[in-house]
């Protein structure tokens, strides 16, 4: 058995050597040279790309110089325009801070001028689009003229000579230049902001190199008593949207990802490429001059190089989800841009946005077939009602059961009214005998609800809706109210409530909501105290909704009178199952009244 043990551990021992010589073999002969191949592979490709992005950095600091003896216009002091135009939008121009004084979006057009819509809204002498001040927000924007170099149909250049004192007094001379460039199909255009010093050193005023801001206004034309318009403050904070409504306000931000303003339809993003180089403290101004403001102010951290190029990539287009979520795919936009988010700009309803995607998405598929989207509103509004229409029904049939026991909870209450847990108890097995669910009069209810915001929100902010034409000379446009009759006389009180329109479909809704609430209550009818408020809810709601939502969009005024409709007439097929359950159980209590009857007259015979 010794001997046997031993030449066990021997032979162990040398397959142990066997198998580690050749794994040796193996690594020595295969593995490490490829291991050594590959690390050589990825150094060359390390030292390549660190080449390509020093090339790249040279490149970019060398552009303003290079630019100079190509310049159209040399230290002019003449105030002069340029223009450029892609197939999205076409962009006015001056030399005075080498700022944007027009942005008309091509393919969208104005209600009220019927051209472009215009993105910079409320220019001034003194406040226009993307102006640069030296230092912190509180300093007026740049107003000097620039020399100006186009360089090609989608690339123009602004740059100055400067001399400013330090913090210490000692005067910097530097060059500032800004040089936009555009792609022929994209809303979104790259801005670099270069500051090539001539003595080196620290480039700051008041803890900021210069302070980046949009224009002072975002178009359309903003009413602020339109309250179906919005201007909201618009940033991606660390990977975190962030939305408040306009103010004169500072926000401190970890990370300006990007930051802008959004209306209901437009908006106006700028992304920095990098983040860490702002900081974070973004002023928003509701004031331009005299003017209604809506304006952000994006401040730079002191520039620690002799050469700084700054690069910002700036969306000005709609506020649709099919245009900002190209720049979260790098194939699908001109500047290689993958996970910007600009799409976390768009309004949602927060935890109820996953039943937005799905509205959305049933719509654009009728939509593919009907063409119209008043007519794919009215058939999403058909198939709504169809899946809904059991939960419906079982609510109302749950209603009868809830009748038919109710006797019996009375005995049950009383019975146990000192002992809540035994009476919860004995409940439970109540409404197990009978079949009955207390939640479900509930669910519906909120699952309509739930569905009710969602289709708000998609409603009053699909940009697919605006303009949607669905009736000529009735309902011109799903994103406003409908119309059939305008006057420009101002009438006190009715003309701040109307606005200055007779519209039809609050009427249809209002009179279709108060029919849908008397059959309802015809099938319910409920008794007492609870009468009452039921009564309030079918008459006194419709009839306070009929003054809120009096200029909501047409497009869901018309989901909810279509909805109410077709609710009357799933109603009364309710109706008329519940009164047929209604007389099985009052003919079933007459024959155990008279069961009961019969047995305590009847007489005992031998």
Known sequence: KGKFMEKNTILAIALSTIVLGVSLFIQTKYVMPRQQERAREQAAEFEAKK?????????????ISA?????????????????ISTNKAKVTFTNRGGDITSYKLLEHKDKETGSG??????????????????GGTENPALNDIFNVT????????FYRDYEIKDSEGNPKKFTLGKRYTFSPDDYAFKLDVSIISKEGGEFGIGGAAYTLRTAPQIGPKYDKKNRYEVRQFLALNGGKKFRKNISDKFYDLNSVDWAGVGGKY???LVKPSSPSDMLGKIKVSTKSENEDGCQIFIPRKPVLDETSNDTYYIYVGPRQERELIKYNDQTKNAWNLSNAKFNEALQTTGFLSWIEIILKWCLEKINLVAHNWGI????????????????????????????????????????????????SMEMQKLYKEAGYNPMSGCLPMVVQMFILFALYNVFNNYFEFRGASFVKGWIEDLSAGDSIWTWKRNIPFISAFTMNNLRLLPFIYT?????????????????????????FMMYGMPLMFFFLFYNVPSGLLLYWAVSNIIQIGQQLVINSVMNKKRSELENEKTVNKNVLKFKGGKKKTR
Do not use: C, H, W
């Open 376 to 423: 794919s509103i009215i058939i999403l509004t058909i198939l709504l009602k169809i899946v809904l229409f059991p939960l419906n029904k079982n609510a109302a049939m749950g209603s009868l059961k809830m009748q038919k026991i109710q006797p019996k909870m009375k005995v049950l209450q009383e019975k146990y009214k000192n002992d809540q847990q035994k009476l």
């Open 51 to 63: 080449e390509e992005q020093e090339a790249q950095i040279k490149a970019e600091k060398e552009m």
């Open 117 to 134: 819509v215009e993105m910079v809204n409320n220019v001034t002498s003194s406040n226009r689009a993307f102006s640069l001040s030296f």
């Open 150 to 157: 186009k360089k090609d149909d989608y690339t123009i250049l």
């Open 67 to 83: 630019s100079f003896s190509e310049a159209t216009v040399q230290n002019s002091e003449d105030v002069q325009e340029f223009v």
């Open 511 to 535: 009179a279709s909501q108060l029919l849908n609430g008397k059959i309802t209550q015809y099938g319910n009818p409920g008794t007492g105290a609870n009468q009452s408020q039921m009564k």
């Open 266 to 268: 437009f908006t106006m």
